[in-house]
């Protein structure tokens, strides 16, 4: 069965100190991997997709990159208002399956 | 841009009634999907629409139903509320299902059942 697996669960930083968060999956035939940024109260607001392991995405401090079995997410010099929980997907069968996130607080 | 929208953003619902929540796309989006969010189990889809007049059943299916009579709209209904369906829904969409690009989501609904 496909799955995605996120970790950690939840991760405190201080502000300037850089980080990385792992999506791991399993899928019969991976056609994309998502990021998405959730805010307490809002709905997922998308990031990145990635399309094959290689690539490479970035925008401001976080940057995507992706293998045959796992993403990160890697944050560089944190500001507090990139405390949000991150959400990991893949496309399986044409529906997109979610890890559970990781809750990411920084603090200044 | 409005985007997704989804009404109402809070419920409260008492064991057995029924309620509709409401979802409403201007992106002229083919694919609309319903999931619900519990702590730590992610996202899981109930149901979802390749086109209007078309559904069908995702992960969590029972005790939910759904219909798509416009390309915008894509009500999901709960037909006899139980505790366990306390959980914040939200609506999404995407071009079509076979696209790979990202879905776009509205921001819930919070729903209580006492």
């Known amino acids: 069965e496909d799955q995605v697996t996120q970790s950690p669960e939840a991760l405190r930083l201080q502000e300037g100190e850089s980080s990385s968060l792992n999506c791991s999956y399993t899928?019969?035939?991976?056609?994309?991997l998502f990021w998405y940024r959730q805010d307490p109260g809002k709905g997922p607001e998308f990031l990145f997709t990635l399309y094959s392991a290689g690539e490479e995405k970035e925008k401001e401090r976080l940057k995507a990159t992706l293998t045959k079995k796992e993403s990160f997410l890697h944050i560089t010099a944190p500001k507090p208002e990139d405390s949000a929980t991150y959400l990991c997907a893949i496309i399986n069968n044409n529906d997109m399956r979610f890890g559970a996130g990781t809750r990411l607080t920084v603090k200044p | 841009n409005a985007g997704v929208t989804q009404t109402p953003k809070f419920q409260v619902l008492k064991t057995g009634q029924s309620m509709t929540l409401q979802c409403a796309q201007d992106m002229n989006h083919e694919y609309m999907s319903w999931y619900r969010q519990d702590p730590g189990m992610g996202l899981r889809l109930i149901h979802y629409s390749v086109g209007a007049g078309i559904t069908d059943q995702g992960e969590v299916p029972n005790g939910y139903n759904v219909s798509r009579s416009t390309t915008e709209d894509f009500p999901l209904r709960l037909l006899s509320a139980a505790p366990s369906q306390t959980s914040v829904y939200f609506c999404?969409?995407?071009?079509?299902?076979?696209?790979?690009?990202?879905?776009?989501f509205g921001d819930g609904t919070r729903l209580s059942i006492l």
């Open positions: 999404a969409s995407r071009r079509s299902r076979g696209s790979n690009q990202p879905q776009h």
């Open positions: 899928v019969s035939g991976l056609r994309g």
